[in-house]
């Protein structure tokens, strides 16, 4: 996860792009929504392979459909062609997360409630199966453990550079992209006039798109995929003593507890 892109993140991972024009869906009106939405939306997204990710259907009620697009790239084009096709839908582009969400009418019926869509590219499928996936044996969601994972990446900086004062300058630091992988970026503070509030991204390089080895490199080397389906399995191994980030505990529950807390989700008993 981009810390640097906390706030966007909140609100398309949790069903909130659009505030109080949706709702939460029940799993009851999925199936005839899911009809809708292949009859009218994929078309006009030129969308031939896709599949459902995310919870729709794994609960009683679920913040919004996610459906991935494989090859898909959001474009100006796209937008326009789906303001075109839905004047009077809400549609919402996010070009730094690569999403694009609609207020979808539940069960296709005009008039009525609006649930959140998101259409999320497909780059690798791995990554995206790993992302989005319902952690059927927990008492939390995919978004828990995702936001866990980006409390460790927000932790895990190394500072390049300070001034004879001990500001930081520069610093790496990782990035967990939702639809993309597992980045390295450069950051400074450095601006014209002296140090900026903010830091700024200098460069960015991929490490990986593969889930095991960011796994690997966030959790331990000997962690696979299965070892970290759910938030209370990732809980268990960063709090064993031999955990690789161990130092830094603290810091990732700290941190951890704050993304939670703008999330308005439940802080868990396990921390």
Partial sequence: MNIYRFKEFILFEGGKVFGSTTRRINRNEIPSTMTDIEARLLPVLKAKDYKNLGSAGN???SGDIDIGIKDFEPSQQKYDALKEAFPNYEIKWSKGLSLMSIAWPIEGKEGGDFVQVDIIPIKHLDWTEFVYKFPKDSEYTSSHRNWLIAAICSVLTDVTSRDLEGNVHTFNGYMFKLNDGFFEQKR????KNGLLKNSY??????ITSDPREMVKFLFGKE???EDVETLEQCLNIIKRPGYKWSKNLSKIK???REFLNRQGLKIPSEL
């Fill in 201 to 206: 991204k200098v460069s960015e390089k991929k």
């Fill in 188 to 191: 400074s503070y450095k601006g």
């Fill in 223 to 225: 962690i696979e995929l």
């Fill in 254 to 256: 700290q941190q951890y």
């Fill in 59 to 61: 609960k009683p009620t």
